[in-house]
C-alpha cells in the first residue's frame, strides 16, 4: 500500500490532536509535577485550536473529499463539522479539567492525555469510511473513556462505573464486531461504498439485514438509545463530572456521525431497513428517558436520563430520513448534526454548571454516596449565591427542554420539522408531548435554584470554571438566536456525502 | 435619515435595559432603570400610535423585514395593525404602573424582579408586534419564564405549584400547536412558498388544506390559545397563578398576557382556518357562554378578593370569545374592545387589591368592611373601577360588553341572553364585594389604615382616564381595529367586509 503525503494530510487534525496527547504525557512524565499544568493546558489548547483552525479552513474551501489510505479514510464536510464540534466541546473540557484535576487529586497528564487521544479517535471515527476502521476508532475512544470514567480510583462509584461501562461497552463491541464479520461475509467488502453499491445492485440478503442491524445494535449502545441504555445512569453518576460531560456529548455526536454515514453511504437505496428501527427506538427513548428522569433527584442522574431522551429526537431526525412514500431525504440527517451541536453546548454547560457548583463547597465532601454539586439540594439557592451561574444554568435547561431563544429550541425545531415534512407526525406529536414531560424535571432544577433558600456554600469557584460556563451559555444562545452558520455547515456536510 | 426600527426599539428596549441593569448593583439604581427604561418604551409606543396611519389590511404598518434563516423561509419580520398596535400600547403602558407598585412591595432580590419584568414586556410586546409565525412562536414562548419566575420567587405560599402550573399548561398548548406550525410550513413549502409570513399563510393556507386537516390544525392551534386565554375547561391554571403571583404579575397576566389567546384566535386561527372556525365555531361560542357563567358563579362564591377577580377575568374573557366567534362584525368589535377594557379594568383591580394587601395582609372578602371610612380615595377608585367591570354606561366596560351581546344576538340569541345573564351576576359579585370591604362596620383593626400614597395614585390614575376615555369616546379605537378585525373574521362571515359598525 502506497502512502503518501495527501494520506497524512487527510488526517493531519486528528494527527496535531494526538500530537498534543503524547507531548502532554511525556511533559508530565519529565516535567516536575504541580508545575507543569499550564503547559500541558497551553500544549493542549495548540493542537486542539491548530486542528480546529485546519478544518475550518477546509470548510471554507469546501473541496471535494478528500479520501486517504486507500479509501479507508475521508476528510470531507462531515468530518469536519463534527470534528469541530468534538473539538470545541475538548477545549471547554480542558478548561474546565484544569481545575477539577487539581481538586480530585487527579493526574492530569493522564486525564489531558486520554482526553486527547480519545478526541483524535472520535475525531477518526467520524471520518472512517471503512468498517474495520470505524471499529477500532470506536474501540479506542471506547477505551480512553472507560479510564476517564474510572480515573478517580479512590472513588468506589467511579470504580463501579468504569467497570459497568467497560462490560456494558465490551458486549456492544461484540455485538458490533459480529455485525461487521455478518456484512464482510454478505458482500466481500468492509468499505461502505462496496457495501452500498453491493446492496443496490443485489438488494438485501438476509445475512446483510442482520449483519446491518447488529451493526446499528452497537452504535445504539454507544449513544445510550432505549433499550440500550441501562449503563448510562451508572456510568454517567459515577464517573468524574468533567468526564460525564465530555462524554455525554462527544460520543454522541461521533458515534451519530460515523451512524449517519453508514446508513448514507452502504444502505441509501433501502432505507426501510433501517428507518423503522430507528423510529421504535426513538419512541422508546423519548418516552423512558424522560418518564425515569423525572424520578432522579440526582442531579447528575437527572441529566444523564435526559442525555439519554436527546438521543431520542436525534434518532428522530435520523428515522425521518426515510419518507412515508419511500423516498430517502437527507434533510433529517443534517437537521441531527444540527441538533447534536445544540445538545452538546447545552448539556456540557449543565454538567458544568454542577462541577462549578461542587467547587462552592470548600472541601470534597460526600463521597462516595454522593458528590458535591449533583443533588439537587446543592442548587438550592444558586440564583441568590450566585446569579451568573444561575443564569446560565436556567439557560441550558430552558434550552434542553426546548423553549426558544436557545440553541435547543432550533434543533427541536429543525428535528421535528423534517419528521412532519417526510409524514411522521406521530413521531413529532410523541416527540413535543416527550419534551413537555421533560419540562417538568428542567423547571424543578429552576425552583430548587430561585425558590429555594440558599446553601451557605460560598468558596468562589476557579475563574476558568466560570469561563467555561460562560461560553457554553454563549454557544447555546448563539445557536438559537443566530443559527445560520452551524445549520449551513450542517446541511453541507450531508449534501455532500453523495448520498 | 435612517429610518429607525420603532417597532424592534419598543420590542427590544426592556430587554436591552434588562441586560444593562443585570450588571448595575443596588436595588434602587435597577429600580430607576428599569421604571425609566419601560416609561420610555410607553412614550416610544405613544409615538408609534400617533404616526400610525391604519393600512389597509393585511398589509401591516412599521414593517420590518430581515432575513433570519434563508433555508427555511424564517424571517425577522415585524408589523402591527390596530390590532396589535392597541395591544402594544396596552403593554407598554401596564409595565410601568406594575414597576410603581412593586416599587416598595417587593423585599426580596428586587434587581431580579424587575430584570424580570422587563424581559417580560419585550415577550409581550413581541408576541404582538411579530408577524411572522417562527418569530412569533419564539416570543410566544420566551415570555414563559420571566412570567414563570415572576410567580415561583415573589409570589404567594403556593408559588411553585402554580409556577409549574402555569408553565406547564401553557407549553401542552404550545408544543402542540408548534406541531401544527411546522405542518402549516411543510404545506406551504410543498406547493412552493416556504415562508412563514402570517398573512402569507393566511392567503395561502385555506385553499390547500381539506377538511379533515383543517379541522386537526385548527384544533391544535385553538387548544393552544383557549389555553392562554383562558377559557373554560382549561382555566383551572389561571387561579392558582393570580392568587399566587405578586401584584405586578398578575397586573401584567391580566392586563396583557390573557390578550395573547384572544389576540391568536383572532390573528391565527380564524385566518389560517376558516372552514375548521366556522365549524367550531357554535362550540367556541357555548363554552365561551358557559365560562361567562361559570366564572361569575365562582367568583360569587369566593372569599379571597384576589381569586373573585381572577374568576371574573375568566368570565370577561368568555364575553371576549362570545364576541369573536359570535359570527357578527359588532361583536368580534366589541370583543376586541372588551380585550383592552379588561386591561384596564382587571389591571386596576389588582392594582388596588395590592395596594390594600400592602396595608392589611390579607385579601379576605370577610376580613374588611367600612374600609370607605378611612381611605376615601381607595374606595372611589375602588367603586369606579368595579363600575367599570360591571359595565356601567358611560366606563369602558359597557361599551364592550353592549356591542358583544348586541352583535351576539343577532346571530345567536341564545348566547346572547346567557351573556346577559352573566352580566347580572357580574354586578352581583363585584357589588358584593365593593359593600363586604367598604360599607357596614368598620373593624377596629383597620382604623388606621393610611389611604393611598402618591405612588398609588399614580398607577391608578392613568388608568381610571382610560376607563372614562374608553367609555365615553370609543369611537377612534372601534376605527382603528374596524378594518383588521373585520379582515379578520371575514372568514366566518365574508359579507362583513363591507359592513361597518362606526357612525
Known amino acids: 500500500v502506497n502512502v503518501t503525503v495527501l494520506d497524512w494530510i487527510a488526517i493531519l487534525p486528528a494527527l496535531l490532536v494526538l500530537a498534543a496527547a503524547m507531548l502532554v504525557v511525556g511533559i508530565d512524565l519529565f516535567a516536575p509535577p504541580r508545575k507543569n499544568q499550564l503547559a500541558l493546558v497551553l500544549v493542549s489548547f495548540a493542537g486542539i485550536g491548530g486542528a480546529c483552525w485546519l478544518l475550518v479552513q477546509r470548510l471554507h474551501l469546501a473541496r471535494r473529499p478528500l479520501e486517504a489510505f486507500s479509501g479507508s479514510i475521508v476528510l470531507d464536510d462531515l468530518t469536519s463539522f463534527l470534528s469541530i464540534a468534538i473539538l470545541m466541546m475538548t477545549a471547554l473540557l480542558v478548561l474546565v479539567a484544569n481545575v477539577d484535576t487539581r481538586r480530585r487529586n487527579i493526574a492530569f497528564g493522564e486525564y489531558y492525555g486520554l482526553v486527547l487521544s480519545c478526541s483524535a479517535a472520535m475525531m477518526l471515527l467520524v471520518a472512517s469510511t471503512d468498517l474495520l476502521m470505524i471499529f477500532l476508532n470506536l474501540e479506542i475512544l471506547s477505551i480512553a473513556l472507560y479510564v476517564l470514567t474510572g480515573i478517580t480510583r479512590k472513588n468506589p462509584r467511579s470504580n463501579e462505573a468504569a467497570v459497568k461501562y467497560l462490560v456494558t461497552g465490551?458486549?456492544?463491541?461484540?455485538?458490533?464486531?459480529?455485525?461487521?464479520?455478518?456484512?464482510?461475509?454478505?458482500?466481500?467488502?468492509?468499505?461502505?461504498?462496496?457495501?452500498?453499491?453491493?446492496?443496490?445492485?443485489?438488494g438485501p440478503s438476509p445475512l446483510f439485514q442482520t449483519g446491518l442491524g447488529l451493526l446499528i445494535v452497537g452504535f445504539l449502545f454507544k449513544i445510550g438509545a432505549v433499550p440500550f441504555h441501562m449503563w448510562v445512569p451508572d456510568v454517567y453518576e459515577g464517573a468524574p463530572t468533567t468526564t460525564t460531560a465530555f462524554m455525554s456529548v462527544t460520543v454522541k455526536a461521533a458515534a451519530v456521525g460515523s451512524l449517519v454515514r453508514i446508513l448514507l453511504v452502504a444502505a441509501p437505496t433501502h432505507p426501510e431497513l433501517w428507518a423503522d428501527l430507528l423510529s421504535a427506538v426513538a419512541i422508546a427513548t423519548m418516552v423512558i428517558g424522560n418518564?425515569?428522569?423525572?424520578?432522579?433527584?440526582?442531579?447528575?442522574?437527572?441529566?444523564?436520563?435526559?442525555?439519554?431522551?436527546?438521543?431520542?429526537?436525534?434518532?428522530?431526525?435520523?428515522?425521518?430520513?426515510?419518507?412515508?412514500?419511500?423516498?430517502?431525504?437527507?434533510?433529517?440527517?443534517?437537521?441531527?448534526?444540527?441538533?447534536?451541536?445544540?445538545?452538546?453546548?447545552?448539556?456540557?454547560?449543565?454538567?458544568?454548571?454542577?462541577?462549578?457548583?461542587g467547587h462552592e463547597a470548600p472541601v470534597p465532601g460526600r463521597e462516595p454516596e454522593w458528590q458535591d454539586g449533583e443533588h439537587i439540594d446543592d442548587l438550592a439557592g444558586l440564583g441568590v449565591r450566585r446569579p451568573w451561574a444561575a443564569f446560565a444554568m436556567t439557560l441550558f435547561l430552558v434550552s434542553l427542554g426546548g423553549i426558544p431563544p436557545t440553541a435547543g429550541f432550533f434543533g427541536k425545531f429543525l428535528v421535528f420539522s423534517e419528521a412532519i415534512a417526510q409524514g411522521h407526525v406521530?413521531?413529532?406529536?410523541?416527540?413535543?408531548?416527550?419534551?413537555?414531560?421533560?419540562?417538568v424535571y428542567y423547571l424543578r432544577v429552576v425552583v430548587a435554584m430561585y425558590m429555594q433558600s440558599p446553601l451557605s456554600n460560598d468558596e468562589q469557584p476557579e475563574g476558568s470554571l466560570g469561563l467555561a460556563v460562560a461560553l457554553a451559555a454563549a454557544g447555546t444562545v448563539l445557536l438559537g438566536i443566530l443559527p445560520n452558520l452551524f445549520f449551513e455547515w450542517a446541511t453541507r456536510s450531508i449534501v455532500l456525502l453523495g448520498a | 435619515m435612517v429610518e429607525l426600527p420603532m417597532l424592534s426599539l419598543v420590542t427590544f428596549l426592556p430587554a436591552f435595559a434588562a441586560a444593562v441593569l443585570a450588571f448595575v448593583p443596588g436595588g434602587r439604581e435597577v429600580k430607576g432603570g428599569a421604571l425609566a427604561a419601560s416609561v420610555l418604551v410607553f412614550v416610544l409606543s405613544l409615538v408609534l400610535f400617533w404616526q400610525f396611519e391604519p393600512p389597509v389590511p393585511p398589509e401591516l404598518a412599521f414593517v420590518e423585514d430581515v432575513v433570519w434563516v434563508e433555508s427555511l423561509g424564517i424571517h425577522y419580520r415585524m408589523g402591527v395593525d390596530g390590532i396589535s398596535l392597541l395591544l402594544i400600547v396596552l403593554t407598554a403602558l401596564l409595565t410601568p404602573l406594575a414597576m410603581i407598585i412593586s416599587w416598595d412591595a417587593v423585599h426580596t432580590n428586587e434587581k431580579g424582579f424587575f430584570i424580570a419584568l422587563l424581559c417580560l414586556q419585550t415577550g409581550v410586546t413581541g408576541v404582538f408586534a411579530a408577524s411572522d409565525l417562527f418569530l412569533f412562536y419564539a416570543f410566544w414562548e420566551a415570555m414563559l419564564l420571566p412570567m414563570a419566575l415572576l410567580i415561583g420567587i415573589w409570589g404567594g405560599p403556593r408559588r411553585i405549584y402554580a409556577s409549574i402550573k402555569f408553565v406547564l399548561y401553557t407549553m401542552a398548548g404550545s408544543l402542540l400547536m408548534l406541531v401544527a406550525i411546522l405542518y402549516c410550513w411543510f404545506r406551504m413549502s410543498e406547493i412552493g412558498v416556504p415562508t412563514f409570513e402570517i398573512a402569507e399563510m393566511a392567503r395561502t393556507l385555506p385553499p390547500i388544506l381539506d377538511a379533515r386537516t383543517e379541522s386537526w390544525l385548527f384544533a391544535?392551534?385553538?387548544?393552544?390559545?383557549?389555553?392562554?386565554?383562558?377559557?373554560?375547561?382549561?382555566?383551572?391554571?389561571?387561579?392558582?397563578?393570580?392568587?399566587?403571583?405578586?401584584?405586578?404579575?398578575?397586573?401584567?397576566?391580566?392586563?396583557?398576557?390573557?390578550?395573547?389567546?384572544?389576540?391568536?384566535?383572532?390573528?391565527?386561527?380564524?385566518?389560517?382556518?376558516?372552514?375548521?372556525?366556522?365549524?367550531?365555531?357554535?362550540?367556541?361560542?357555548?363554552?365561551?357562554?358557559?365560562?361567562?357563567?361559570?366564572?361569575?358563579?365562582?367568583?360569587?362564591?369566593?372569599?379571597?378578593?384576589?381569586?373573585?377577580?381572577?374568576?371574573?377575568?375568566?368570565?370577561?374573557?368568555?364575553?371576549?370569545?362570545?364576541g369573536l366567534f359570535s359570527g357578527s362584525l359588532i361583536g368580534a368589535q366589541g370583543g376586541m374592545i372588551q380585550m383592552i377594557n379588561h386591561g384596564v379594568s382587571t389591571g386596576a383591580l389588582f392594582l388596588l387589591v395590592g395596594v390594600i394587601y400592602e396595608r392589611a395582609h390579607t385579601r379576605g372578602v370577610h376580613d374588611f368592611g367600612g374600609l370607605a371610612k378611612v381611605m376615601p380615595v381607595y374606595a372611589t377608585f375602588f367603586v369606579v373601577i368595579t363600575l367599570s367591570s360591571i359595565g356601567l354606561p358611560g366606563l369602558n366596560g359597557f361599551v364592550g360588553e353592549f356591542l358583544i351581546l348586541n352583535g351576539t344576538y343577532e346571530e345567536m340569541?341564545?348566547?346572547?341572553?346567557?351573556?346577559?345573564?352573566?352580566?347580572?351576576?357580574?354586578?352581583?359579585?363585584?357589588l358584593g364585594l365593593v359593600r363586604n370591604m367598604f360599607f357596614g362596620p368598620l373593624s377596629p383593626k383597620w382604623a388606621?389604615?393610611?389611604?393611598?400614597?402618591?405612588?398609588?395614585?399614580?398607577?391608578?390614575?392613568?388608568?381610571?382616564?382610560?376607563a372614562v376615555w374608553l367609555g365615553m369616546f370609543p369611537t377612534p379605537f372601534l376605527e382603528l381595529t374596524e378594518a383588521p378585525v373585520a379582515h379578520a373574521i371575514s372568514a366566518l362571515r365574508p359579507d362583513l367586509l363591507t359592513a361597518s359598525v362606526t357612525p
Open chain 2, 413 to 430: 340569541p341564545v348566547a346572547a341572553v346567557v351573556g346577559a345573564f352573566g352580566v347580572v351576576l357580574g354586578a352581583v359579585y363585584m
Open chain 2, 220 to 322: 391544535a392551534f385553538a387548544l393552544s390559545f383557549a389555553i392562554k386565554v383562558p377559557m373554560f375547561p382549561f382555566h383551572t391554571w389561571l387561579p392558582d397563578a393570580h392568587v399566587e403571583a405578586p401584584t405586578a404579575g398578575s397586573v401584567l397576566l391580566a392586563g396583557v398576557l390573557l390578550k395573547m389567546g384572544s389576540y391568536g384566535f383572532l390573528r391565527f386561527a380564524i385566518p389560517f382556518f376558516p372552514e375548521a372556525a366556522v365549524a367550531h365555531a357554535p362550540l367556541l361560542v357555548a363554552i365561551s357562554a358557559v365560562g361567562i357563567i361559570y366564572g361569575s358563579l365562582m367568583s360569587w362564591a369566593q372569599t379571597d378578593i384576589k381569586k373573585l377577580i381572577a374568576y371574573s377575568s375568566v368570565a370577561h374573557l368568555g364575553f371576549v370569545m362570545l
Open chain 1, 291 to 357: 418518564l425515569i428522569a423525572i424520578q432522579q433527584t440526582s442531579v447528575k442522574r437527572m441529566l444523564a436520563y435526559s442525555s439519554v431522551a436527546h438521543t431520542g429526537y436525534v434518532l428522530v431526525a435520523l428515522a425521518a430520513m426515510h419518507g412515508v412514500d419511500g423516498t430517502l431525504s437527507v434533510e433529517g440527517a443534517s437537521a441531527a448534526l444540527f441538533y447534536l451541536v445544540a445538545y452538546s453546548f447545552m448539556t456540557f454547560g449543565a454538567f458544568v454548571t454542577l462541577v462549578y457548583v
Open chain 1, 170 to 202: 465490551a458486549f456492544a463491541t461484540g455485538f458490533q464486531l459480529f455485525g461487521v464479520a455478518l456484512l464482510y461475509g454478505a458482500t466481500g467488502s468492509i468499505q461502505l461504498e462496496a457495501l452500498g453499491s453491493w446492496l443496490a445492485t443485489n
Open chain 1, 426 to 439: 406521530g413521531l413529532a406529536v410523541i416527540g413535543v408531548l416527550a419534551s413537555l414531560v421533560s419540562m
Open chain 2, 448 to 466: 388606621t389604615l393610611p389611604d393611598m400614597t402618591g405612588g398609588e395614585l399614580a398607577t391608578l390614575v392613568p388608568l381610571v382616564v382610560c
